[in-house]
């Protein structure tokens, strides 16, 4: 093997490569088989790394790409704003009264609090606020059914009026004017979802939050704002967003039985051939976790919700005739997002077994020196470039010193997401049923 070295240094397989192949194979295989599960590791976590410098470098040089216009004297449709809540004594209240707020037309707009088995006082706030403002907001009390904010949804649905529904968690207090801009793009009847963006109220309270801030910045500023730009897949994402009603009909309604039903409604209305569109400027702010028990709690449902959405959409995906390539490509990369975490731990296992076993030699073989520095590069340092993106985008560049320290939040999620891929599928073949882990709340009297 003393070619190994000057062919990595080259940059490119050696002509006699396939008889280098069978010799490592005869000589070593348990080696050459590491090596090739490194390599697939490799070559998909610089896929990934690839797509996060271009959705940095979209946000960097392009402008924000938005169709449709914020409408002003139109005849605004009739809509229904679900809030979904489930033990939420702390911020129903605020919720309810800054949508009584809205500036929507008051004829037009039915209010709808989802209140699922709570079993706090947020049925009584909820009672309080609806009597207060008679004809205007219209409770439903959920006392049985399963468990989940997207069976709760779907029990819901059948106060819903007009063909919009508009859809926000407890915690969310929308501003006067986000009605409107939430309902704008409906106007075309090929939109299927429409999502703003969310930002934390609270982002100053400790490290954790602040992290959050950036994640949340990244996810929706650079994320979210460059595959519109780009023509890919933008993600509804179950709030401070809307829906057709007669589109979710279509796809076969809510889904019940899902831990991520924004990530599984997204993606039946894209097979379906409905759009989903990114409003950047329809913003809303939202309590993200203070307690790194409870990040890791939320982390994991969405992990084990994003890849039960996974096993049932992949295929129908590949082969919707609504898509072309971009989205078919886009979609799969997105659907596959939560297995990076159980992937790179794999690679950093099988790289160890390598280096023990004297085996690096056969790594080189299957990878031109091209890939490795490509993967050197980008592998790990995309994502802070797409952050570094956002936070710039944003006008914060203060937020860039913590940078770094987004490492903590990686490595914390690390083994949590990578925990959840397995538990799902244990739960899928023993028939259990998914457990909710509800989100903690932190609301302060300051804060309302």
Request: glycine content about 8%; some cysteine; aromatic content about 8%.
């Amino acid at each position: 093997m003393d070619v190994t070295m000057p062919t990595l240094l080259a940059g490119a397989w050696p002509e006699h490569w396939w008889p280098l192949m069978q010799t490592e194979w005869h000589s070593r295989p348990g080696s050459l088989l590491l090596a090739l599960g490194l390599a697939a590791v490799v070559l998909v976590m610089t896929l990934y790394g690839v797509r996060q410098l271009l959705f940095a470098l979209n946000r960097w040089l392009a402008p924000v790409h938005y169709p449709y216009p914020d409408l002003q004297q139109v005849d605004w449709p009739e809509v229904t704003v679900l809030v979904a809540a489930h033990n939420e004594e702390k911020v129903i209240e605020d919720s309810l009264q800054a949508l009584l707020a809205s500036d929507y037309p008051r004829e037009r707009l039915h209010i709808v609090p989802v209140n699922d088995r709570s079993q706090d006082g947020t049925e009584a706030i909820i009672e309080r606020v609806a009597q207060a403002h008679p004809g205007r907001i219209a409770p439903f009390h959920r006392r049985g059914g399963k468990p989940g904010k997207a069976a709760a949804l779907k029990d819901a649905m059948a106060l819903a009026r007009g063909d919009i529904a508009i859809i926000f968690d407890a915690d969310y207090t929308p501003a006067p004017g986000l009605l409107r801009a939430l309902v704008a793009p409906f106007f075309d009847p090929e939109v299927g979802a429409v999502m703003g963006r969310v930002v934390p109220r609270n982002a100053g309270r400790n490290l954790l939050t602040r992290l959050l801030d950036l994640e949340r910045s990244a996810g929706y500023q650079a994320d979210q704002q460059a595959r519109m730009n780009l023509g890919g897949v933008p993600q509804y994402g179950g709030t401070v967003g809307g829906v057709r009603l007669s589109a979710v009909q279509a796809v076969g309604g809510w889904r019940d039985d899902s831990l991520a039903e924004d990530t599984d409604i997204t993606f039946r209305l894209l097979i379906g051939g409905w759009k989903t569109v990114y409003h950047n400027a329809a913003t809303c702010y939202e309590e993200v976790p203070e307690e790194w028990a409870v990040r890791l709690r939320q982390v994991h449902r969405w992990a084990k919700g994003h890849n039960q959405v996974l096993l049932r959409c992949w295929w129908p995906l590949l082969r919707s005739r609504h898509l072309d390539w971009r989205q078919r490509l886009d979609g799969l990369l997105l659907l596959q997002v939560f297995l990076l975490q159980p992937l790179l731990l794999a690679g950093w296992g099988m790289a160890l077994a390598l280096y023990f076993l004297n085996g690096t030699g056969a790594l080189t073989l299957l990878l031109p020196a091209g890939w490795l520095v490509l993967h050197a590069a980008l592998g790990g340092f995309a994502a802070f470039m797409q952050t570094a993106a956002a936070v710039v985008a944003d006008g914060r560049r203060e937020r860039l010193r913590l940078l770094p320290l987004q490492w903590l939040g990686h490595l914390t999620s690390l083994l949590v997401i990578s925990q959840a891929l397995p538990a799902m599928l244990r739960d899928r073949w023993a028939g259990r049923e998914l457990v909710w882990a509800k989100t903690a709340r932190y609301r302060r009297p300051e804060a309302a």
